[in-house]
């Protein structure tokens, strides 16, 4: 099924900033970033994630965040973008995903990765949730 989405990388206009989820994939540990600061999630969390609105494309560090180029849908990528000399980080295969949680969060963050060990690990969770979904539902972890 194609998402078609817009990303704020291809010129549109307006779009919401959202704090962001991380998991550092060497150390297994999850938290948040936001203006406040950075909150650690030592036992993990619940969170509702938008599976239905998930991105997938190409995401690289350019040194002060990371430029994100979404696919025209999940069954279709987006050409890799050109690479330059100056590129230290290279270009790589990403996703994003907006996830819920009142208790933990205090509502929404944004969740992307890139890392293969995080990407292998969510393509079987979206799996998981294609051969289970319900029409305007979604999925708690």
Do not use: C
């Not at 995903?97 to 009142?102: F, G, I, P």
């Not at 992307?112 to 979206?126: I, K, W």
């Not at 319900?134 to 972890?141: E, H, S």
């Amino acid at each position: 099924m194609p998402l078609n989405l817009d990303s704020i990388s291809d010129g549109s206009s307006g779009g919401q900033f959202y704090d962001k989820l991380r998991f550092n994939a060497q150390g297994g540990v999850w938290f948040m970033k936001s203006q406040d600061g950075e909150k650690r999630f030592p036992t993990g969390f619940k969170a509702v994630f938008d599976m239905e609105n998930l991105a997938t494309g190409w995401a690289k560090y350019n040194g002060t965040y990371v430029d994100f180029i979404a696919d025209p849908s999940l069954e279709s990528a987006a050409p890799k973008p050109a690479e330059n000399s100056d590129d230290e980080d290279k270009w790589k295969r990403a996703f994003k995903v907006l996830a819920y949680s009142k208790d933990a969060f205090g509502g929404t963050l944004e969740f992307m990765h890139q890392a293969r060990t995080v990407t292998g690990a969510f393509n079987e969770l979206y799996s998981q949730y294609e051969s289970k979904a319900a029409a305007g539902k979604l999925p708690v972890f």
